[in-house]
Structures are given as structure tokens and as C-alpha cells.
């Protein structure tokens, strides 16, 4: 059967045509621009192996992190170690691994939170509009006006426990309540551009009310966005807090963070700088896939691009 | 409630003489778009009925205001800018503008029901037609997912949709444009109401759909026997459907007639053009007769009656005074000052 036929024959069928022949959507357009984008697969392999480290480390080294002797103090490589040791003598490159999970849990959770805040606020900001909009939008500005550094060490500073739990959630929600603002602005316009839809007017002309119109209808059509947005913050959080356990004010040991392992390998740069190289490839290589991953999808669902 | 039903209700009976009144009345309602250019006086004292089992068409160009007095029954008029400072629109006699927004959702879908012009837009693109269809079902039926799925593949037998069962779970995307304004139409007769109002039903498809949507609606209608409020600006769409006509212009009804004595003899100027206006295959060859000029800026409504500056029949009375609606027997009425003697063929 020639082509023609099918497409034909598909037709009179009522339409339902074989897989192949089926009208192309957004998310297939995009999948197939994707497939074909080597930035997509190399952050893609690079993110599924900074998780499957955090998850698993033993899985890709069997030294302890925490195992250091002052006796090995700037060994070379050799006995599991290929990167050798640091200036206390720990494994760098099985620090490095156990460091993933820290800087993962972080990135993770900031970006799940601030999605969360993000959502809130921007929905409600954009579906009510008129006073809320205006009330809403001004404490965007405002929290976006704080410097992050700056409110994050003023913020940590007053958190004094040396408990890893405490410190982590601690970093978390400091990241999470400052760097909420972008997102809730994109899905705040993202809101008000689906709002004018007409299958929301359709929606309330069949009774639905603001609470089902808001989350069944609008939400699923503005979130493509701030996902996006949210992978490549999720990049930016692991780098900030690399850049607060440098400072000494975001983990502390015995946490294990990239952060600290930068700031350690700095003191002792001129002896040998593979404490400090090792460290920081981990840092860049992760916050890259992500930015890179979150970047790749963007492109791919914008339209205008293709 | 059940008071002000009944008073209502004995009024509209008295004045229609009838067995209880009109389904659905529009009377004299205004609604004002406030921007910030100023205020356009989009709807200026509308007012039509509607009975059980009959097809009211509304006539006029864009901009006349029927799409919006449509919305503002619906009660799905963005308010602000838009602000109704008077009239009522009155169901079953309860004035639908006073109920409280819980009561009015209450109306909508189930008693009152609309069907978009643009199906594609209209229906969410996130999610399968079957889920769409049953939405409402679930949630102010208390039916099961199991249920509303049921239903939902009888409501797309019911309009026609092939295959019905199989393309439950596809997304609007994946349907053409006329079997797209079917889903919408099985999905706005999900909850059964009394009132169905078509804003422009056909307007977005081809030609050869058109008029297979167009007896499909007058089908429906027959069938579950509902009233129909049928939006259009296409005169030839409408002598196969409707009952009675209600043509506008900036807003107001300028004539309102039954379909025959519409197309046999308009009584408005307007009308008249518009009749005239119609590509007719006797003709051929000849230049197209237009109605001259442009619709009204509704910022600037013109003074006297607004069809003035491009009526050819336009004298000083016309520009000075607002034209008062007469009713010229049969129910008719024209909002013209000539109009008997349009009626009568006499200018």
C-alpha cells in the first residue's frame, strides 16, 4: 500500500491511526528533538550518575571517607584510591563520592520546596489577580531584592548546632525561603496566559469552582515552565551550598560536602592541589549536567526555537 | 427562593398567557466593559426570551454584543472591566445576576450550558476527551469512574463521534476540527441542562462540517428536547434551525421576528442590508451589495439610533432621537422609526 493510501485509508477509519501516523503534540515534538541532542544525553548520563552516587556510594568506591591517618598524609595513588590523599589523609576521590549525597539532598530538596512556595504563590497571585496580585507580586520583589549570600550567612549564623540533620534542613529552608522568587514568577505568567484560555472558561461554565479550576485545569498547563526553571536552580542550589559549607557557615564535618573538601584543599593548595581539583570537577561537572539538562529541555519545548 | 419562583412565575404567565412563563428571559440588561480608555458600552438594554423547546437565533457582526450577553447568562463574564449596571436575567423567573456565586455555579452546566466557538481552545489539552466529558459527572454527580466513563462514550455515541469507544482515551489534538466541536458538545450536554447556548458553533470549520454540526445541534435538540440560544453572524446557517430570530447592533436588539416573516420582509434597515447582503447565485456577476461603512466604536455609540450614519434611509429624527422598540403584531418588534414603512416595502 503506498503512503497516500494509508493516510487515506487511516482517515476513513475515523481517524485512529497506527502510532506512527498520529498527530504530533508538544511533549512528542519535543521528546524527538531531545533524542537527537547530544547536550540531552551527556547531562542526562552525567545527573543519573551524580544520584546513583549519592544513593549508592559504595557502589563506586569501597574506601571509607571518613578512614584518614595523618600517614598518608598527600600519598599518591594506589590502594583504592586513584586520586590519592588529602592533607589529613582521607581517600579524595571516595570523599568525593560520599560528598554527592549532601550536595544532591540539598539541591533536591531547595528545589522541591521552592517549587512548593513557588506554585502557591504565583498560582494565587495569577488566578485572583487585582489586590492579591499586587500584594503577592510586591514580596516577590522584596525577597528577590535579599542578596542570597548575605541573608543566608546572617540567617545560619544564629544556627549554632553542630547536628548534620539540624544543618542540612537548616541550609535547606534558608535556600528554599530566598530563592523562590524566580519560579513563582514564571508560573505566575504562565497562569495568567492559561487563564484566558477558553477550556477554563469552558471549565467554570460547566460549575467547576476556583479550587478545581485552579489545580485541574490551570496548573497542568503553566508547570512545563517552572520545571524547567527549577532543574537549572536545582544546579545553582548544590553550587550555593558548596559555596555556604565553604564559608564554614552551611555543613560542617562530619558531614561530608564538596564545600568543605574545596575549602580544606585551598589551605594546602601549594603542597598539592588535587585535594582541591577532585573536589570542585565533582562541583562543576553536577551543577553543568543540571543547568545543561534544564537548558536542553527548555529548548526543546519552546516552540519558536525549532 | 421557591416564593419568589412562584410570584415570578405567576407574573410571566399572566403577561404571556401561557402555561408558566419563559424558560429564560433577558430583560433590559447593560453591561459596560471599564477600561482604561474609557468605558464601552458593549450591551444597552437587551432584552429577549426564550420557551421550552424553541431556537432563538442571535444575529449580528462582531462586536454587536452576542457573544458577550451569552456570557453574561453564563455568568462567565470577566468581572471587572466588565460591570452589568442593570437588567436581569431571569431562569425559571429567579433572577440569575442577584444569586450568590455558590447558587449560580449550580445553574451553570446543569440548567444552562454553552458551547464555545473554538473546540480546539476549549477543550483542556492535558487531558483525554473521555476524562473531560466525565469531569463533571464525577465531581457534581457523585458518579464513579467507572459510571462517568460509561457515560462518557454514550454522550460521544450521542453526538455522533465514531468509534467512540476507542478514542475515549485520546487528547483533543488528536481529533479533526468538526469531531472536536462534537466532544465539546457531548461534553456540555454531560449534566443535561434545559438551556444549551451555541456561540458561533460553526465558525471555525469548514464548510461541508458546518452544516453536519448544524443538524446535529437541531437533532440534539429536538431529541432531549432543550431550548437553544444559537449565536451566529451567518444568516444562512440560521433558516434551517431556528424559530425566531434576534438581530443586534451596538448592543441592542434591533428586530426581533420568527424566521418567515424575518426573511420574507425585514422591518429594520439593518436587516434588511444584511438580507441583502447574501451572495445569491441569480446574481452572478454582479458586484456584491454591502451595508456600507464600519460597526460602531462602542466607546462612541452615535447619537439617535446607531445605525444612522450608514443607513440609506437616515433622516434628522434618526440622528437626534434613540429609535423606541415597536412592535409591529406577531410578536415582532423593530427598533427603527421607519419601520412600518421598511415593513411594507414603501422606502
Given at each position: 500500500?503506498?503512503?497516500?493510501?494509508?493516510?487515506?485509508?487511516?482517515?476513513?477509519?475515523?481517524?485512529?491511526?497506527?502510532?506512527?501516523?498520529?498527530?504530533?503534540s508538544?511533549?512528542?515534538?519535543?521528546?524527538?528533538?531531545?533524542?537527537?541532542?547530544?547536550?540531552?544525553?551527556?547531562?542526562?548520563?552525567?545527573?543519573?550518575?551524580?544520584?546513583?552516587?549519592?544513593?549508592?556510594?559504595?557502589?563506586?568506591?569501597?574506601?571509607?571517607?571518613?578512614?584518614?591517618?595523618?600517614?598518608?598524609?598527600?600519598?599518591?595513588?594506589?590502594?583504592?584510591?586513584?586520586?590519592?590523599?588529602?592533607?589529613?589523609?582521607?581517600?579524595?576521590?571516595?570523599?568525593?563520592?560520599?560528598?554527592?549525597?549532601?550536595?544532591?539532598?540539598?539541591?533536591?530538596?531547595?528545589?522541591?520546596?521552592?517549587?512548593?512556595?513557588?506554585?502557591?504563590?504565583?498560582?494565587?497571585?495569577?488566578?485572583?489577580?487585582?489586590?492579591?496580585?499586587?500584594?503577592?507580586?510586591?514580596?516577590?520583589?522584596?525577597?528577590?531584592?535579599?542578596?542570597?549570600?548575605?541573608?543566608?550567612?546572617?540567617?545560619?549564623?544564629?544556627?549554632?548546632?553542630?547536628?548534620?540533620?539540624?544543618?542540612?534542613?537548616?541550609?535547606?529552608?534558608?535556600?528554599?525561603?530566598?530563592?523562590?522568587?524566580?519560579?513563582?514568577?514564571?508560573?505566575?505568567?504562565?497562569?495568567?496566559?492559561?487563564?484566558?484560555q477558553?477550556y477554563v472558561?469552558a471549565a467554570?461554565?460547566l460549575?467547576a469552582?476556583?479550587?478545581r479550576t485552579?489545580w485541574r485545569h490551570i496548573l497542568p498547563n503553566?508547570l512545563?515552565?517552572?520545571?524547567?526553571?527549577?532543574?537549572?536552580?536545582?544546579?545553582?542550589?548544590?553550587?550555593?551550598?558548596?559555596?555556604?559549607?565553604?564559608?564554614?557557615?552551611?555543613?560542617?564535618?562530619?558531614?561530608?560536602?564538596?564545600?568543605?573538601?574545596?575549602?580544606?584543599?585551598?589551605?594546602?593548595?601549594?603542597?598539592?592541589?588535587?585535594?582541591?581539583?577532585?573536589?570542585?570537577?565533582?562541583?562543576?561537572?553536577?551543577?553543568?549536567?543540571?543547568?545543561?539538562?534544564?537548558?536542553?529541555?527548555?529548548?526543546?519545548?519552546?516552540?519558536?526555537?525549532? | 427562593?421557591?416564593?419568589?419562583?412562584?410570584?415570578?412565575?405567576?407574573?410571566?404567565?399572566?403577561?404571556?398567557?401561557?402555561?408558566?412563563?419563559?424558560?429564560?428571559?433577558?430583560?433590559?440588561?447593560?453591561?459596560?466593559?471599564?477600561?482604561?480608555?474609557?468605558?464601552?458600552?458593549?450591551?444597552?438594554?437587551?432584552?429577549?426570551?426564550?420557551?421550552?423547546?424553541?431556537?432563538?437565533?442571535?444575529?449580528?457582526?462582531?462586536?454587536?454584543?452576542?457573544?458577550?450577553?451569552?456570557?453574561?447568562?453564563?455568568?462567565?463574564?470577566?468581572?471587572?472591566?466588565?460591570?452589568?449596571?442593570?437588567?436581569?436575567?431571569?431562569?425559571?423567573?429567579?433572577?440569575?445576576?442577584?444569586?450568590?456565586?455558590?447558587?449560580?455555579?449550580?445553574?451553570?452546566?446543569?440548567?444552562?450550558?454553552?458551547?464555545?466557538?473554538?473546540?480546539?481552545?476549549a477543550l483542556n489539552p492535558v487531558f483525554p476527551v473521555g476524562w473531560q466529558i466525565g469531569e463533571m459527572?464525577r465531581l457534581?454527580?457523585?458518579?464513579?469512574r467507572?459510571?462517568a466513563k460509561?457515560?462518557a462514550?454514550?454522550?460521544?455515541?450521542?453526538?455522533?463521534?465514531?468509534?467512540?469507544?476507542?478514542?475515549i482515551g485520546d487528547y483533543p489534538h488528536q481529533f479533526?476540527?468538526?469531531?472536536?466541536?462534537?466532544v465539546?458538545?457531548?461534553m456540555?450536554?454531560?449534566?443535561?441542562?434545559?438551556?444549551?447556548?451555541?456561540?458561533?458553533?460553526?465558525?471555525?470549520?469548514?464548510?461541508?462540517?458546518?452544516?453536519?454540526?448544524?443538524?446535529?445541534?437541531?437533532?440534539?435538540?429536538?431529541?432531549?428536547?432543550?431550548?437553544?440560544?444559537?449565536?451566529?453572524?451567518?444568516?444562512?446557517?440560521?433558516?434551517?434551525?431556528?424559530?425566531?430570530?434576534?438581530?443586534?447592533?451596538?448592543?441592542?436588539?434591533?428586530?426581533?421576528?420568527?424566521?418567515?416573516?424575518?426573511?420574507?420582509?425585514?422591518?429594520?434597515?439593518?436587516?434588511?442590508?444584511?438580507?441583502?447582503?447574501?451572495?445569491?447565485?441569480?446574481?452572478?456577476?454582479?458586484?456584491?451589495?454591502?451595508?456600507?461603512?464600519?460597526?460602531?466604536?462602542?466607546?462612541?455609540?452615535?447619537?439617535?439610533?446607531?445605525?444612522?450614519?450608514?443607513?440609506?434611509?437616515?433622516?434628522?429624527?434618526?440622528?437626534?432621537?434613540?429609535?423606541?422598540?415597536?412592535?409591529?403584531?406577531?410578536?415582532?418588534?423593530?427598533?427603527?422609526?421607519?419601520?412600518?414603512?421598511?415593513?411594507?416595502?414603501?422606502?
Open positions: 500500500m503506498s503512503e497516500l493510501e494509508t493516510v487515506a485509508a487511516a482517515e476513513m477509519s475515523g481517524g485512529k491511526a497506527d502510532p506512527a501516523a498520529r498527530p504530533r508538544l511533549a512528542g515534538d519535543a521528546w524527538r528533538d531531545l533524542r537527537r541532542n547530544p547536550i540531552f544525553w551527556i547531562s542526562l548520563v552525567l545527573v543519573l550518575a551524580v544520584t546513583a552516587m549519592a544513593a549508592f556510594p559504595g557502589l563506586f568506591t569501597s574506601n571509607d571517607p571518613h578512614d584518614c591517618t595523618l600517614a598518608r598524609q598527600h600519598a599518591g595513588p594506589g590502594g583504592g584510591a586513584p586520586f590519592g590523599y588529602d592533607f589529613q589523609g582521607c581517600d579524595i576521590y571516595a570523599r568525593s563520592v560520599f560528598g554527592a549525597r549532601a550536595s544532591l539532598l540539598v539541591g533536591a530538596f531547595s528545589a522541591l520546596v521552592t517549587g512548593l512556595i513557588a506554585i502557591t504563590v504565583g498560582m494565587l497571585a495569577g488566578y485572583f489577580g487585582r489586590w492579591i496580585d499586587a500584594a503577592l507580586s510586591r514580596v516577590i520583589d522584596v525577597v528577590l531584592g535579599i542578596p542570597l549570600l548575605l541573608a543566608a550567612i546572617v540567617m545560619l549564623k544564629r544556627i549554632s548546632s553542630d547536628s548534620p540533620n539540624v544543618r542540612i534542613i537548616a541550609v535547606i529552608f534558608v535556600l528554599s525561603i530566598l530563592g523562590w522568587t524566580t519560579a513563582a514568577r514564571v508560573i505566575r505568567s504562565s497562569v495568567i496566559s492559561a487563564k484566558q477558553d472558561a467554570r461554565m460549575g469552582g476556583n479550587g485552579m503553566s512545563a515552565p517552572v520545571i524547567v526553571v527549577l532543574t537549572i536552580a536545582l544546579g545553582s542550589f548544590i553550587a550555593a551550598e558548596a559555596t555556604l559549607s565553604f564559608l564554614g557557615i552551611g555543613l560542617r564535618a562530619p558531614t561530608i560536602s564538596w564545600g568543605i573538601d574545596i575549602d580544606a584543599g585551598r589551605t594546602h593548595m601549594r603542597e598539592s592541589a588535587i585535594p582541591l581539583v577532585v573536589p570542585s570537577t565533582f562541583l562543576a561537572l553536577t551543577v553543568l549536567a543540571f543547568i545543561m539538562l534544564g537548558d536542553a529541555i527548555r529548548d526543546a519545548f519552546d516552540p519558536k526555537l525549532r | 427562593m421557591s416564593d419568589q419562583f412562584g410570584r415570578q412565575g405567576a407574573v410571566a404567565t399572566a403577561a404571556a398567557g401561557g402555561d408558566g412563563g419563559h424558560l429564560l428571559e433577558v430583560r433590559d440588561l447593560f453591561v459596560e466593559f471599564r477600561t482604561r480608555d474609557g468605558v464601552a458600552k458593549v450591551i444597552n438594554g437587551v432584552s429577549y426570551h426564550l420557551d421550552a423547546g424553541e431556537t432563538l437565533a442571535v444575529l449580528g457582526e462582531s462586536g454587536s454584543g452576542k457573544s458577550v450577553t451569552a456570557q453574561a447568562i453564563m455568568g462567565i463574564l470577566d468581572m471587572p472591566p466588565a460591570v452589568i449596571p442593570g437588567g436581569q436575567i431571569l431562569y425559571r423567573g429567579t433572577d440569575l445576576l442577584k444569586l450568590p456565586e455558590e447558587e449560580r455555579r449550580k445553574v451553570r452546566g446543569k440548567q444552562i450550558s454553552m458551547i464555545f466557538q473554538d473546540a480546539l481552545s459527572l457534581r454527580e457523585g458518579l464513579s467507572a459510571q460509561r457515560r462514550i454514550e454522550l460521544m455515541e450521542l453526538v455522533k463521534i465514531p468509534a467512540a469507544k476507542q478514542r479533526s476540527g468538526g469531531m472536536r466541536q462534537r465539546m458538545i457531548a456540555s450536554l454531560a449534566l443535561d441542562p434545559a438551556v444549551l447556548i451555541a456561540d458561533e458553533p460553526t465558525t471555525a470549520l469548514d464548510v461541508t462540517v458546518q452544516a453536519q454540526i448544524m443538524d446535529l445541534l437541531g437533532e440534539l435538540r429536538r431529541d432531549l428536547d432543550m431550548a437553544m440560544i444559537l449565536i451566529t453572524h451567518d444568516l444562512g446557517v440560521v433558516a434551517d434551525v431556528a424559530d425566531r430570530i434576534a438581530v443586534m447592533y451596538a448592543g441592542r436588539i434591533v428586530e426581533h421576528a420568527d424566521v418567515h416573516s424575518l426573511y420574507e420582509a425585514p422591518a429594520h434597515p439593518y436587516t434588511k442590508g444584511l438580507l441583502e447582503s447574501i451572495p445569491r447565485l441569480d446574481h452572478k456577476g454582479q458586484r456584491l451589495t454591502t451595508i456600507k461603512g464600519l460597526p460602531p466604536n462602542l466607546m462612541r455609540i452615535p447619537s439617535g439610533c446607531p445605525f444612522h450614519p450608514r443607513c440609506p434611509y437616515a433622516r434628522q429624527e434618526c440622528v437626534d432621537v434613540v429609535p423606541a422598540v415597536r412592535s409591529l403584531g406577531d410578536g415582532r418588534t423593530s427598533a427603527c422609526h421607519l419601520a412600518q414603512e421598511v415593513l411594507d416595502g414603501r422606502i
